[in-house]
């Protein structure tokens, strides 16, 4: 694969002003593809990253700050996608938000947005998206699931649900492109230190009271066999396999990468 794998096409990553969104917007812009950045943060922040990003790589950048948990600001964003680069070529659904609670306890409303942001708004891009690569007969649709798409975990039913919801939309997806140059797939990461892991390590640390450090490696142990968290470029470098023409028959997949986690 060359630097210019994706040059002159676009990519939609969704939540991609930190964490894994930030790893996949940067490895697909050094493949040559425009990046459309998503999500929330400072503004002066969010213009230095798409500026660092145009210059490191010789792409363009744009910023939509579309909540992704409304119908109405992802079909806005799209509109903006076409009349700044005529579209989107490749989309990775990346947004995420988690609670934890049980099923008993779940608030209502975190149940809600868990399910609109994490599922619901996937499905809004995608049906957003399909149109635009239908007409050039070329689309990469990268559906950013969890382990929890494939396994359960107590206290964490909306986040498993939608993940779940997320990787049979992946398939479903994939059997309606089949015979067209679009392909979608899921990814299923493992513990990535994002912010959002990072939470639940710092809530650990003070609950049996443990170093950070105790903390996060108490949290390997319990699910990820490698006693490593996955990176964000990893993950990018297996989002832009999925791009490639090598990868034009992974169809519908739901691929792990985590340390070994679903394996037990």
């Known amino acids: 694969m060359t630097a210019s794998l994706l040059k002159g096409k676009t990519a939609l990553v969704t939540g991609s002003t930190s964490g894994i969104g930030l790893g996949m917007a940067r490895s697909l812009a050094a493949e040559g593809a425009n990046i459309i950045f998503n999500g929330f943060g400072d503004t002066h922040e969010i213009a ?31 509109a903006f996608a076409a009349d700044r680069f005529g579209g989107i070529d490749v989309l990775v659904n990346n947004a995420g938000i988690q609670h934890v609670a049980n099923v008993e306890d779940f608030p209502v409303d975190k149940w809600d947005a868990i399910i609109a942001i994490n599922l619901t708004s996937a499905f809004h891009t995608t049906r957003l998206a399909l149109p635009y ?85 108490a949290l390997l142990a319990d699910k990820q066999p490698s006693g490593e968290f996955v990176t964000p470029e990893e993950l990018g470098g297996l989002a832009v396999f999925l791009c490639s023409d090598a990868a034009k028959q992974v169809r519908g997949v739901a691929w792990n990468m985590d340390g070994g986690w679903v394996a037990q």
């Open 133 to 217: 690569m239908r007409k050039k007969n070329w689309g990469r649709i990268i559906n950013l699931a969890s382990a929890h798409g494939l396994v359960g975990s107590a206290g964490k039913s909306a986040y498993v649900a939608a993940k779940h919801g997320l990787v049979g939309l992946t398939k479903v997806t994939a059997l309606e492109t089949a015979q067209t140059g679009v392909t979608c797939n899921a990814i299923c990461p493992g513990f990535v230190l994002t912010p959002l892991v990072q939470k639940q390590v710092d809530t650990r640390a003070l609950k049996e009271g443990l170093t950070n450090d105790e903390a996060k490696k």
């Open 48 to 78: 230095q990253l798409q500026s660092a990003t145009a210059k490191e790589f010789g792409v363009q950048t744009a910023y939509h700050n579309a909540d992704m948990s409304k119908a109405s600001e992802i079909e806005t964003l799209f």
